[in-house]
């Protein structure tokens, strides 16, 4: 039997989690799958009554799995809980990576997905102390079989008010927070006047007159495979050039990461679809871009982008997109909006409030161990630069430096 030792307790301690007989009265089975076709019926079933992000949906894992996952042999290994009558209480979306000789499971996604986390019944979430969420690990890494360790990281601590219940083995806190902004359907003034200033409205004000100027302008959603080559192009050519001015990596210049988006925003069927495309043009040209996930009334930014060598750039139409899609989703009934992990002066302008999310590093074996012990101490590390306005500028100058003389 697997031993995961308390992430809290020092290296090599022996686990005291429930035993088995204490997990049988909450779950009946353990099963590990790669078949996400297989698996859609039971996903989409949990995923209704669940507690679950954008991120874990079945539509954007499938996109993630069969572009990303396949060009860089990340094969999904998805673990499914039932209860005593066969019924699906928990669905967890790993992939299995290998590094230096280690292997271990995490939630497939990295970081294009903001937020890891499974799919959890509320009511299964709710039982599961510290010591059954160990037991459970126990039966799925046996499912699995071979591991070294589990690495969860940036999990929500909660999620729709319920407790994520991974969460309690976590080792401490993730290096950055998520930002949000809790919608009143229908009454996007009102949530926008409570969490930004009066001196924040004026300023965007000014910038919205000053961007009236160049012309009468549309906010667009991608719908239909022409409308979302165009939008996703002009997101992937405004992206490739930021991180050229920056002098960083580009991370969505991977093929792959096109092919996951391209296949995010196309519905299958009658499900929605995963991922949604979004443009602000004037006189038919995109001059700011934003990609989002969606899943119930959650509206998760991916990711936002803008033309930079336009006049347009300094009345910050990337600001006003953000605001009119804010607007938008109100008006649709989505009741929050999130910006996604990390710090960025816009997101605390537009956002009252954040997501905790924590980090968890559980070793199986002696390699999994020595490996957990490296990864929490650069999360860590991670954690006290971005807690340092100072360490964190000096850091980033350092990357882009390395980056430009190929250290």
């Given amino acids: ?115 890891h986390m499974g799919l959890f019944d509320p009511g299964f979430a709710a039982a599961l102390d510290a010591d059954r969420a160990r037991a459970l690990l126990q039966d799925v890494a046996a499912a699995i079989g071979g591991l070294d360790a589990f690495v969860f990281v940036n999990q929500p601590v909660e999620w729709n008010g319920i407790a994520n219940p991974l969460a309690a083995l976590a080792a401490g806190p993730s290096p950055s927070r998520a930002y949000k902004l809790s919608l009143t359907p229908g009454d996007a003034d009102g949530s926008l006047r409570r969490a930004m200033s009066s001196h924040a409205h004026k300023k965007l004000k000014n910038k919205r007159n000053r961007f009236q100027t160049f012309g009468p302008s549309r906010v667009v959603k991608a719908a239909g495979a022409a409308e979302i080559e165009r939008i996703l192009t002009a997101f992937l050519v405004q992206k490739a050039r930021r991180f050229a001015a920056l002098g960083l990596h580009d991370p969505f210049a991977d093929p792959a990461i096109r092919d996951f988006l391209r296949r995010g925003a196309t519905p299958i069927g009658e499900a929605p679809a995963p991922i949604e495309l979004y443009a602000l043009e004037v006189e038919g040209e995109p001059v700011a871009t934003y990609v989002g996930a969606v899943q119930g ?97 000096w850091a980033q100058r350092l990357s882009q430096l390395l980056r430009r003389t190929g250290g």
């Fill in 297 to 393: 009334q959650r509206f998760s930014g991916m990711a936002t982008a803008f033309a930079m060598s336009s006049e347009i750039a300094k009345s910050s139409p990337g600001e006003i997109l953000l605001i009119d899609l804010i607007r938008l989703k109100c008006s649709e009934g989505i009741t929050v909006f999130d910006l996604g992990v990390g710090e960025a002066r816009y997101k605390t302008t537009i956002c009252d409030d954040s997501d905790e999310l924590v980090d968890s590093f559980l070793p199986l074996t002696a390699k999994g161990r020595a490996f957990a012990l490296v990864a929490r101490a650069k999360r860590a590390v991670k954690r006290r630069i971005k807690a340092s306005p100072r360490a964190l500028a």
């Fill in 1 to 115: 039997m697997h031993a995961i030792a308390d992430s809290a307790s020092p290296a090599g301690a022996p686990s005291n989690a429930g035993s088995p007989a204490d997990g049988a009265r909450l779950w009946g089975s353990v099963a590990v799958s790669g078949d996400l076709a297989a698996l859609e019926r039971d996903w989409r079933e949990l995923e209704a009554r669940a507690i679950v992000t954008p991120y874990q949906s079945h539509g954007w894992i499938s996109a993630f799995a069969s572009s990303v996952g396949v060009a860089h042999r990340l094969s999904p290994s998805v673990a499914t809980v039932r209860d005593a009558g066969g019924r699906p209480v928990a669905i967890l979306p790993f992939t299995i990576t290998r590094r230096r000789g280690i292997r271990f499971a995490e939630f497939i996604g990295g970081k294009h997905a903001n937020y």
